[in-house]
C-alpha cells in the first residue's frame, strides 16, 4: 500500500523559519520534520511514498533523493501552480492505482496508521479520516459523525456558536482510488471544503476513525516550541538522535559539555555542539548540531538550529533560533523571540519579547529591538545618528515607526503644546511626516504644518514662535533611498544627545502618552512664515554695499526647497541673477550630483563675468561656492575665507570649529585677536557652541556655516548674504583672497574597530600620548609644533577615525598611516 505525504506547505504561520525552507524540512529535535513523518510511515509498513511538492522543492528533493537511505522508496509529483490538498493529490494520480494513505509532511504525529487502514477495510469506505478529540477546535475544522463512526458533515473555521463536536480532522486519509472522481483537474481543490462534501453528496459512505494519538499541526512558533516540550516529555513518540546521558537528556555524537556547565533537561544536545564552563541549559532546550555555546551562557525553553554560535553570557528564553544565528557576547533574546536564518546580533543586543528578526539581519551591539526586522536592514544600536533618525524609506523608517518614534517626542513635550513640522518635496517624506503628525495629535500636542519648507526656514519658526520643538523630514542627499527625520529644541537647533536618549528609552518601552479623545493635538498652517524669515535675515546684514555693487550672481538651487526663499531674498539684494534648477523636482533631487553642479555653475560664472557662483543643497543648509575666476572652493578654502572676513570685520568676537579643522584657520583667529571655540565634529554640539554669547561664525568641514545672528543653524541662505555683505565690505574679489590662503594638508583613515574594543583603545592612546600636548574634546587630539593626529570613534559604524595635518601632503600621509598602524596593532 502506498503512501502519499503532503509537502507543499510555505508554513507562512512560521516564518521567519520558513523564510527559505520548506515547513516539511524544519527541524523537529534536530530531524526535519518530514523525516519523522517517513519513519513514522515505514514504522507501520508504507515502503512505497509518493511526495507531492510545491514551495522550495529542490530542499526535499535534495534531502530525501529516492528514499533509500531512510529505508523507503520515494517518487515526487511538482505543483506548478498551487492546487489546494485534494488536488496536488490529484496531481500524483499516475502513481495511485490502488488504495493509498494520505498525511500531511508537516505535522507531529504517533498515531497508530495501520488502525486507521484497518478501519477502512472493515467498514468498506470510499474514504476514511482520521479524527482527533482536541481542546479547541476553531483552528481546525470540526468533524461531525455519526454513532456508527461514519461522518455526517464538515465545519470549515467554525465559530464558538457552531462547535457541536471537538473532532477534529487531521489530515490522515485512507482513500480508494475512485476518490479521485470527486476531485476535478486543473483547478485548486481541497478535501474538506469540496471533495469530501461532494462524497457524502453522492451518498457515498465517508469513515471516520478517531485517534487516541498525538497529534499536532505545528502550524505556529508556540506550537513548534510546545511541539518540542512534548517530545521531551515523551507524550510523543519520535526518534531522538543521540544517547540518554541521563533519563531526559540526550546527547550528540562528538558533542562536548563542559563539566562545569549545568544541564536541568530534559535536553537534546545535538552532534558536534559544544557547551563551553558555567553555561546553563534550563529546561527544554533542543540545541542543534554544531553550535557553539559560550562560556556562561543561558539557555532556557529553547530551540537552536544548527550551526549557530551563542558567545559568553547570552541569555535565550523561549525563542527560537534559526540554521547560523550569531549571538555575540551578552546579547538577550527574551521570551518568543524568532530569529530566521543566518541572523547576526551584536554584542549586548537586546531582543524583547516577540520580536522577530527575519533571515540574514544584522542587529547592532548595544541595539534594543522592540518590533519586529522584517524588512529593515538592521537593527540599530540606537535611534539617533549623526544627522538624527536614518534609514531606507518606507523599510527601516517605515510610517508605523514614525508613528511611534512621535509619540516618545512628544511625550516628553507639555500636552497641549505646540511643534513645527516640515518636508521636502519627496513622496517619501510627505508620507513620514503626515504619519508623524498622527504620533503628535495622539500624544496630545499640537502640529504647525510648514509643508514644504527648507531646514533653516523650519528651524526658524519653531524659534520665533509658540513651538517647544521641531521635526523635518527628507530625503539624505547622499543616497536618494535614505530618509532622515531630525528634531529641534524650542531653539530651533538640534536636539541635544540627553534628550535623543530619553526619547530613545521612551521609544524602546513603548511609554508614549495617550491622551483622552477631548485632548488630542489640532493641525495649524502658520501664515507668512517664509516672509519673516526674509525679513529677518536682510535685517541681520548691512548689504548697503552689496546693493551699490552691482552684483552678478550665478546659482543652482539643486532642485530643492531652497527655490522656495531664494526669490524673495534676491529681490532684496539688486543683484543680476542667473538661477540653474531654480525649481523644486524631487525626481531630479535624487539624480543630482554636487560636484557636476558646481563645475557647471564655474562654467557659467567664467561665461558670464558673475562676481560669485554658489550651489545651495536641497534642504537649504550646506552651500558650494565658486569665485569668480571660476574656481570651486573645497569646503575647507571656504571655511578659511569665511573665517577671515568675519575676523577682519569683527575681531573682537569668537569663532566655533571643530577639532578636526586646519591650522591655518587658527593662525588667522591669532592674527586678529579671535578666540577659538573648539567643538566636537557633530552638528548638535557645533549648534549648542553656536549659541553661547559673542560668537559670531560657527563652520563645519563639509559647507556648514552658522550666522547665530540670524539662526544658530547652517542656513546656505544666510551665508550667501553675509558672504556678499562681507566680500562688498572688503573691497577685494573672491578669487583674492582664496589666492592668499595658505595650503592645507590633511589625510584620513579609517579603521575597523569593534565597539566592544572601542574604550580600550582609547584608554591605550590616553595612555601613551600621557605628557604631550592634547585636546580630548572630541576624541584624541596630538598637537605637535607643525601639525597634529586625530583618532575619534564613530557614532554609527565599528571603525575609528584618523585625521593628521602635516606641511605637506606625504607628510600628513605618513603620520595617518603610522597613527593607523599602531590601532590595528592594538585590536590584534
Known amino acids: ?140 475544522g470540526i468533524v461531525i459523525t455519526r454513532d456508527d463512526g461514519s461522518i455526517e458533515r464538515f465545519l470549515e473555521k467554525p465559530t464558538w456558536g457552531q462547535v457541536f463536536s471537538d473532532t477534529i480532522n487531521t489530515g490522515i486519509y485512507v482513500l480508494e482510488p475512485d476518490i479521485f472522481d470527486f476531485i476535478p483537474e486543473g483547478r485548486p481543490v481541497d478535501f474538506s471544503g469540496e471533495t469530501f462534501p461532494a462524497v457524502l453528496e453522492a451518498g457515498r459512505l465517508l469513515g471516520g476513525f478517531i485517534s487516541e494519538g498525538y497529534w499536532e499541526d505545528v502550524g505556529t512558533i508556540d506550537a513548534y516550541l510546545r511541539s518540542h516540550q512534548d517530545i ?22 562528538g558533542a562536548e559539555v563542559d563539566p562545569s556547565a549545568v544541564i536541568d533537561g530534559p535536553a537534546v544536545i545535538g552532534d558536534n555542539t559544544v557547551v563551553g564552563p558555567g553555561a546553563h541549559l534550563g529546561s527544554y532546550c533542543t540545541l542543534g548540531r554544531n553550535l557553539k555555546v559560550g562560556d556562561n551562557a543561558i539557555v532556557e525553553r529553547s530551540v537552536v538550529h544548527d550551526n549557530a554560535y551563542l558567545g559568553p553570557g547570552v541569555r535565550i528564553e523561549g525563542s527560537v533560533l534559526g540554521r547560523g544565528a550569531d549571538l555575540r557576547p551578552g546579547a538577550r533574546c527574551e521570551e518568543g523571540v524568532v530569529l530566521g536564518e543566518s541572523c547576526f546580533v551584536g554584542a549586548h543586543a537586546e531582543l524583547r519579547s516577540g520580536v522577530k528578526v527575519y533571515p540574514f539581519k544584522t542587529v547592532e551591539a548595544g541595539a534594543i529591538v522592540n518590533s519586529s526586522i522584517v524588512w529593515e536592514s538592521r537593527g540599530a544600536r540606537s535611534l539617533f545618528g549623526r544627522d538624527g533618525v536614518a534609514g531606507l524609506a518606507n523599510v527601516d523608517i517605515s510610517p508605523e515607526l514614525a508613528v511611534r518614534l512621535s509619540m516618545a517626542w512628544a511625550s516628553t513635550l507639555e500636552k497641549g503644546s505646540t511643534v513645527t513640522v516640515s518636508r521636502d518635496t519627496s513622496r517619501a517624506a510627505r508620507v513620514l511626516k503626515r504619519a508623524i503628525m498622527v504620533g503628535c495629535n495622539a500624544a496630545g500636542v499640537n502640529v504647525d504644518d510648514l509643508e514644504a519648507a527648507t531646514v533653516p526656514v523650519t528651524r526658524f519658526q519653531v524659534r520665533t514662535s509658540r513651538s517647544l520643538g521641531g521635526v523635518t523630514v527628507r530625503l539624505d542627499p547622499a543616497d536618494p533611498q535614505t530618509v532622515v527625520v531630525r528634531f529641534f529644541d524650542e531653539n530651533g537647533v538640534d536636539l541635544d544627545e540627553s534628550t535623543q536618549r530619553k526619547i530613545e528609552r521612551l521609544y524602546y518601552r513603548e511609554d508614549f502618552r495617550r491622551v483622552a479623545a477631548r485632548d488630542i493635538g489640532d493641525i495649524g498652517f502658520p501664515p507668512r512664515a517664509l516672509e519673516y524669515y526674509t525679513a529677518a535675515l536682510i535685517e541681520s546684514v548691512d548689504l548697503s554695499r552689496a546693493r551699490d555693487a552691482g552684483l552678478k550672481l550665478v546659482l543652482d538651487y539643486s532642485f530643492g526647497t531652497a527655490s522656495f526663499v531664494m526669490p524673495n531674498l534676491l529681490a532684496k539684494l539688486d543683484a543680476e ?35 560669485l557662483g554658489a550651489v545651495v543643497d536641497a534642504g537649504g543648509e550646506h552651500v558650494t561656492v565658486v569665485d569668480d575666476q571660476g574656481h570651486v572652493l573645497s569646503d575647507d578654502e571656504a571655511l578659511l575665507v569665511l573665517v577671515t572676513l568675519v575676523t577682519e570685520d569683527r575681531p573682537a568676537k569668537r569663532v566655533a570649529l571643530p577639532v578636526a579643522v586646519s591650522r591655518a584657520a587658527e593662525e588667522i583667529c591669532r592674527r586678529a585677536g579671535t578666540e577659538i571655540v573648539w567643538t566636537k565634529l557633530s552638528a548638535a554640539h557645533l549648534m549648542e557652541v553656536a549659541s553661547q554669547p559673542d560668537v559670531v561664525l560657527a563652520a563645519s568641514q563639509a559647507g556648514g556655516f552658522i550666522f547665530p545672528g540670524i539662526l544658530p543653524a547652517f542656513d546656505a541662505a544666510a551665508t550667501l548674504v553675509h558672504l556678499l555683505g562681507l566680500l562688498t565690505g572688503s573691497g577685494r574679489s573672491l578669487s583674492e583672497l582664496v589666492a592668499a590662503l595658505p595650503k592645507v594638508h590633511i589625510a584620513h583613515q579609517a579603521v575597523h574597530t569593534p565597539w566592544e574594543r572601542t574604550g580600550m583603545v582609547m584608554r591605550t592612546l590616553v595612555e601613551r600620548f600621557h605628557g604631550r600636548d592634547v585636546v580630548l574634546v572630541d576624541g584624541i587630539k596630538v598637537v605637535d609644533e607643525d601639525g597634529w593626529v586625530l583618532v575619534i570613534p564613530d557614532p554609527e559604524e565599528p571603525m575609528t577615525h584618523v585625521w593628521a595635518e602635516a606641511p605637506t601632503e606625504g607628510q600628513a600621509g605618513v603620520r595617518v598611516q603610522e597613527l593607523a598602524v599602531l590601532l590595528r596593532q592594538l585590536l590584534r
Open 1 to 140: 500500500m502506498k503512501a502519499v505525504i503532503m509537502a507543499g506547505g510555505e508554513g507562512t504561520r512560521l516564518r521567519p523559519l520558513t523564510s527559505n525552507q520548506p515547513k516539511p524540512m524544519l527541524p523537529m529535535v534536530n530531524l526535519p520534520m518530514m523525516e519523522h513523518v517517513v519513519n513514522l510511515l515505514r514504522q507501520h509498513g508504507f515502503e512505497d511514498i509518493v511526495v507531492t511538492v510545491a514551495f522550495m522543492a529542490n530542499a526535499i528533493r535534495t534531502y530525501f533523493g529516492d528514499g533509500s537511505e531512510f529505508g523507503v522508496r520515494m517518487v515526487y509529483a511538482t505543483e506548478e501552480t498551487p492546487l489546494g490538498t485534494a488536488g496536488s493529490v490529484r496531481n500524483a494520480r499516475a502513481e495511485l492505482d490502488e488504495r493509498f494513505l494520505v498525511i500531511s509532511g508537516d505535522v507531529l504525529t504517533d498515531i497508530d496508521l495501520s488502525a486507521v487502514v484497518r478501519h477502512h477495510e472493515e467498514r468498506g469506505a470510499l474514504a476514511t479520516l482520521a479524527l482527533k478529540a482536541v481542546e479547541n477546535p476553531l483552528e481546525f
Open 232 to 253: 521531551l516529555d515523551g507524550r510523543v513518540q519520535v526518534d531522538i538522535a543521540g544517547f540518554q546521558l541521563r533519563p531526559g537528556v540526550w546527547l550528540g555524537k
Open 577 to 611: 541673477v542667473l538661477v540653474v534648477n531654480p525649481y523644486a523636482n524631487t525626481a531630479s533631487v535624487v539624480g543630482f550630483d554636487r560636484d557636476a553642479a558646481a563645475a557647471r555653475v564655474a562654467e557659467l560664472v567664467r561665461a558670464s563675468g558673475a562676481h
